[in-house]
């Protein structure tokens, strides 16, 4: 699948107002990727991140997932529901707090997200490996300031 990260790269090269489309187009390659990956494995795009979202913290609020996939309460819910009816996922309430709940992975979900996470860093490693080690480091720390920034937006 030709997902388009040399076009992205091209774009920007000295060329800062073309950041912004340069982050559209990664962003729809990310997403193209965990729809291709989910579906090799029977899963939905956001089936695909909720499961490598939740393997990567072992447990999380149900309010901190809808804040990780950016879904509305109503949306992650139906999410939730139709992957812990397939067995992949429970939800516990907090003890400390019975308005929370925790999302975990099941044993077959663990299973499966670890898969999932796998192939998508596989194929996310894969698509940077033409980056130098200095431009790689340089992007995740462009992408730490962005996502702080859009954190304190937020609050």
């Known amino acids: 699948m030709d997902c388009g990260l040399e076009d992205a790269v091209d774009v920007v090269e000295g060329r800062p107002e073309a950041l912004a489309p ?23 795009q956001q089936q695909a991140e909720l499961l490598c979202t939740v393997i990567v913290r072992d447990r999380v609020r149900m309010n901190e997932l809808g804040k990780l996939l950016h879904l509305e309460k ?5 999410l939730v529901d139709r992957a812990e009816r397939r067995g992949l996922i429970t939800r516990t309430r907090d003890a400390k707090d019975r308005r929370a709940y925790w999302v975990e992975l099941t044993d077959e979900g663990a299973r499966l997200a670890l898969r999932t996470h796998s192939d998508v860093t596989a194929r996310l490693d894969r698509l940077i490996r033409h980056v130098s080690p200095d431009d790689q480091a340089r992007l995740v720390g462009v992408v730490d300031r962005i996502r702080t920034a859009e954190s304190a937006a937020t609050e």
Do not use: E, K, P, Y
């Not at 109503?74 to 139906?78: D, N, P, R, V």
């Open 22 to 44: 340069a982050l559209v187009a990664l962003s729809h390659l990310v997403l193209h990727l965990f729809a291709d990956v989910g579906r090799g494995h029977g899963l939905t």
């Open 74 to 78: 109503s949306s992650l819910s139906g």
